[in-house]
């Protein structure tokens, strides 16, 4: 004996019948929360625009000596550079993301010039981080490529030129 009930049963899970249902009866909260959504990132976009950005590249070329050396006294070690020379162009990303290197830029440029774009001020060791930290140095082979960051465009352009001169 199978009831008829068993023969049609609706099938479990959800329709389109459902889905249209959902909408109609949410749309008012739906466009509401859509709206407020894009006006939210509208509002962020306005209040922090990207920054503007500055790119040099750096040809590093060292010469690796082939040659034996005869030293003289007690220091005996001779450091070589590796057949890719990583290590010396590291240390040339070191040199170039210092603190030193952009204290130096900033003394050159004039640290109002450089925080007037980020909040103003005059202070010399704030504008030296604020340099050093939008500073980005990356290799590669025997090339550094190096990337300035500074909400304005203006300061881009001279502040990655100075620290490349005074490199």
Same mark, same amino acid.
């Given at each position: 004996?199978?009831? /008829? &009930?068993?023969?049609?049963? +609706?099938?479990?899970?959800?329709?389109?019948?459902?889905?249209y249902?959902?909408? *109609?009866?949410?749309k008012?909260? #739906?466009?509401? %929360? &859509?709206?407020?959504? #894009?006006?939210?990132a509208?509002? *962020?976009?306005?209040?922090?625009?990207?920054?503007y950005?500055s !790119?040099?590249?750096?040809l590093?070329?060292?010469v690796?000596? /082939? +040659? &034996? !050396? &005869?030293?003289?006294?007690?220091?005996?070690?001779?450091?070589?550079? =590796?057949?890719q020379?990583?290590?010396?162009?590291?240390?040339?990303?070191?040199?170039?993301?210092?603190? =030193?290197l952009?204290?130096?830029?900033? +003394?050159?440029?004039?640290?109002?010039n450089i %925080?007037?774009?980020?909040?103003g001020? /005059?202070?010399?060791?704030?504008a030296?981080?604020?340099v050093?930290g939008?500073?980005?140095a990356?290799? /590669?082979?025997?090339?550094?490529?190096?990337?300035?960051?500074h909400p304005?465009?203006?300061?881009?352009q001279?502040?990655? !030129?100075?620290?490349?001169?005074?490199y």
């Amino acid at each position: 004996d199978v009831c /008829s &009930s068993d023969l049609h049963q +609706t099938p479990a899970g959800m329709t389109v019948g459902d889905i249209y249902y959902v909408v *109609f009866r949410h749309k008012w909260k #739906i466009i509401l %929360l &859509s709206l407020a959504g #894009i006006v939210a990132a509208a509002v *962020f976009y306005y209040r922090n625009p990207p920054p503007y950005q500055s !790119q040099a590249e750096l040809l590093v070329q060292y010469v690796p000596e /082939s +040659t &034996s !050396q &005869s030293l003289v006294g007690s220091d005996h070690q001779v450091i070589m550079p =590796d057949s890719q020379g990583a290590g010396i162009i590291n240390s040339e990303i070191q040199i170039l993301t210092s603190l =030193d290197l952009a204290e130096q830029a900033v +003394t050159n440029i004039g640290p109002a010039n450089i %925080l007037a774009g980020a909040g103003g001020g /005059s202070n010399a060791i704030a504008a030296a981080g604020l340099v050093q930290g939008n500073l980005k140095a990356e290799a /590669s082979g025997n090339i550094i490529l190096v990337t300035f960051k500074h909400p304005d465009p203006r300061i881009v352009q001279p502040v990655l !030129q100075e620290v490349v001169h005074d490199y």
